[in-house]
């Protein structure tokens, strides 16, 4: 098994990063490697980020939303975050396995007295408190594993952005909502979050000749795919599942993150990006434009 050092903070890079490992033929090495994002909030696959974010929060504490390639629910990042990744050609038997991965990351948090556990399907928990999130990918013949440790989060960003409840009736996945705590919290040696991850992959039996370093053209590669793809309106938030806001006499079905119907103003609405600043522009001249704001963006 092979790591990769990655120093970007950049959450699009990063999952491009990700997606470039999977794919690539050239790199067929099993690997792990540890990463961290900047402020960000990174959605599942196949789920809404208009139910799931709180997006005026986001975009006031410049908090980036990021759709990632992968199921699972939605998860706060910043740099007190670690994010871990394997990747690896052996699926047999592992595919859906979360506890065969996450059992090491357990057994290195033992180590240090924290008493983590593997709490099925996909979790890692301390008590009732969840510290780590996962999910898992797959391409030809090579799958992804990927998790978050909470080490020392902005608590209040994580709470606040991520929204618990809405009345938007979508066909996408909604998040579980858990208790969460910060590792550092509970450690009973004082390490800083370098310190943490070096720990980690010292325990995981890497040494400076186990590294795979990425060739500018790769890098660029990388970027590119970052920039063409994780970076757009239309991965972010044209694939959202259809959904639909319906309350009294107004109704709004929104398909690929565009308004398909609407039961008012449909030659100012419809075909419109489901967009707070692009609706409100749209419906300027409008006497009820503020009560269908509220509806649609609460």
Not at 139 to 154: A, D
Not at 204 to 217: P, Q, R, Y
Not at 218 to 233: D, F, M, P, R, V
Request: hydrophobic share 35%; charged share 25%; net charge negative.
């Amino acid at each position: 098994m092979k790591t990769i050092k990655n120093n970007s903070f950049d959450p699009f890079y990063n999952l491009a990063l990700e997606e470039f490992l999977l794919k690539n033929t050239e790199i067929t090495d099993d690997l792990f490697f540890l990463w961290s994002n900047k402020k960000s909030v990174v959605v599942g696959r196949n789920q809404n980020p208009f139910t799931e974010v709180n997006i005026d929060y986001a975009k006031t504490h410049d908090i980036d939303i990021v759709r990632r390639s992968t199921g699972g629910g939605t998860v706060y990042h910043d740099e007190g975050n670690i994010n871990f990744t394997f990747i690896t050609s052996t699926i047999t038997n592992r595919l859906s396995n979360y506890e065969f991965f996450l059992q090491p990351i357990i057994s290195i948090l033992n180590n240090l007295g924290i008493e983590a556990k593997f709490s099925p399907k996909t979790h890692i928990y301390v008590g009732e408190h969840k510290i780590s999130g996962n999910a898992q990918g797959f391409y030809k013949n090579r799958m992804i594993h990927h998790g978050t440790l909470l080490f020392e989060v902005n608590s209040d960003h994580l709470h606040n952005v991520l929204r618990e409840k809405t009345e938007i009736d979508t066909y996408a996945i909604a998040s579980v909502h858990s208790k969460v705590q910060n590792i550092k919290d509970i450690l009973s040696v004082d390490l800083t979050i370098t310190e943490f991850m070096d720990h980690i992959l010292g325990q995981m039996g890497f040494n400076g000749n186990d590294e795979i370093e990425l060739s500018l053209e790769q890098k660029n590669e990388i970027l590119e795919l970052a920039n063409s793809k994780y970076h757009t309106w239309e991965w972010i938030y044209g694939q959202t599942p259809k959904f639909t806001i319906h309350k009294d006499d107004y109704k709004f079905v929104v398909t690929n993150g565009l308004i398909e119907k609407s039961s008012q103003y449909e030659e100012l609405l419809i075909g419109q990006k489901f967009d707070k600043t692009i609706i409100s522009n749209a419906l300027v001249k409008q006497n009820d434009k503020d009560e269908i704001i509220d509806l649609l963006f609460k």
